[in-house]
């Protein structure tokens, strides 16, 4: 049995690079990136920079964070939720159902909640805003 193309009189099996003069250069088109076109290019794809705390969710999660270290919050768990429910509420993405958002809110944090890595990361991002 052969193995790789070999014993067939060709190429075959398998992946294989570019051979021959000129392997890569075959497809006719090429890859230069020119001194205006640096790691600048990349905030463009980004969007416009933001200046720290700007942002309506970061200042909205910080808010709940504070509530939290303060006990205005009484839980994490409600905590979690609040957080996402203003995330999902920022970006558009919840319906005119409160019912039907509440349940899609609640799905969520529980998903978060049972997680262990997540819900490590959630304890870490709980700790660190009961630190500031």
């Not at 969710?57 to 964070?65: G, M």
């Not at 958002?101 to 959630?122: C, F, G, S, Y």
């Amino acid at each position: 049995m052969a193995v790789g193309g070999v014993g067939r009189g060709g190429r075959g099996g398998g992946v294989k690079g570019p051979s021959g003069a000129g392997g890569a250069g075959k497809t006719g088109s090429t890859f230069k990136v020119t001194a205006n076109e640096g790691a600048g290019k990349a905030e463009s794809l980004v969007g416009p920079s933001r200046a720290a705390g700007a942002d309506p969710i970061t200042t909205s999660l910080n808010q709940i964070a504070k509530d939290l270290a303060s006990g205005a919050i009484a839980s994490k768990s409600e905590a979690t939720q609040k957080a996402v429910h203003t995330i999902l509420q920022n970006k558009g993405l919840l319906g005119k159902n409160s019912k039907g958002n509440k349940r899609v809110v609640q799905q969520i944090a529980d998903t978060l909640e049972d997680d262990p890595r997540l819900a490590a990361a959630l304890e870490r991002t709980w700790a660190r805003a009961g630190q500031k």
